[in-house]
């Protein structure tokens, strides 16, 4: 598996081998190909931004159309940093609203293009091919020490029997061990979630601050909740390095848009 990017009108990422890509697509997107101007260029799929929301929506159609998909496709959340797993079991998109709380939806409902809008924030894509059944994380500080990604599994396994050693998992480009410098808040919190492995998680780099391996917090998760390593894909791309490529929110200081991560079973 590895994110290869796909040289279309619309450039966007495809996980490559995701589970044989037999009746399953991972995306994610660049920060190219929209129409948002300023610190939105171009194309930036949150609402949530300060963007016009015409520009917004219009991004979204033109990322549906490269797609092959309809926008009402789409189902987003109101990601909140929490660690609420959405089931859909019928196909019913929220279209260009986010309308409900949830930072992971798991279902195995096809044409569901599950999304999750991301700049720094790592999205994790889960498959189980056994069951069909797939999942999508949001997952930045917040969402790792709340171990949204085993939430995730979990809520596979209770509904529909998904077995982890099964799983297949895919962690998107977001801030990196490189360039992720944290406060005393983030420190806490990664100790005390992490009171045997912290140590490989925060690397010190002066008074006080510390550069948080987001990457690494996230894989930890996923091996607790019983993942194969040889199954767990990370692109190793960082946003904030990468800004060429990607929208990154603490390199624009917070006003910037969003990418997305999109997984659907076809
Ligand atoms: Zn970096």
């Not at 190909?33 to 171009?42: D, E, I, V, Y």
């Not at 895919?170 to 944290?182: H, K």
């Not at 808040?185 to 006080?208: T, Y």
Request: proline letters at 3%.
């Amino acid at each position: 598996m590895e994110f290869v990017m796909q040289q279309e009108e619309l450039p966007y990422f495809l996980i490559s081998d995701f589970g044989g890509n037999k009746g399953i697509r991972a995306v994610f997107t660049t920060r190219h190909g929209g129409l948002s101007r300023g610190p939105f260029a171009s194309l930036n799929l949150g609402f949530h931004t300060g963007d016009s929301p015409v520009s917004v929506a219009a991004n979204r159609r033109l990322l549906c159309r490269s797609m092959g998909i309809s926008d009402e496709q789409l189902h987003t959340t109101n990601q909140v940093h929490g660690d609420h797993v959405l089931v859909i079991k019928e196909r019913k998109g929220t279209g260009r609203r986010e309308v409900i709380d949830a930072d992971a939806q798991v279902t195995s409902v096809q044409g569901i293009a599950l999304t999750c809008l991301v700049a720094d924030c790592q999205a994790i894509y889960l498959y189980d091919p056994v069951h069909r059944v797939i999942g999508l994380a949001h997952a930045g500080w917040r969402g790792a020490v709340a171990r949204i990604a085993l939430k995730c599994v979990e809520k596979m396994a209770q509904e529909y029997g998904t077995d982890p050693k099964d799983c297949l998992a895919a962690l998107s480009p977001a801030a990196g061990p490189c360039c992720y410098e944290v406060g005393e808040e983030v420190i806490e919190a990664v100790r005390k979630a992490f009171p045997g492995d912290w140590r490989q998680l925060l690397d010190p780099v002066g008074e006080d601050k510390w550069k948080f391996d987001l990457w690494g917090a996230n894989v930890l998760v996923l091996h607790e909740t019983g993942l194969k390593g040889e199954n767990i894909t990370v692109s190793g791309l960082c946003t904030i390095c990468r800004q060429d490529l990607f929208f990154s929110y603490r390199g624009s200081r917070g006003v910037t848009g969003r990418m997305a991560a999109i997984l659907i079973l076809e």
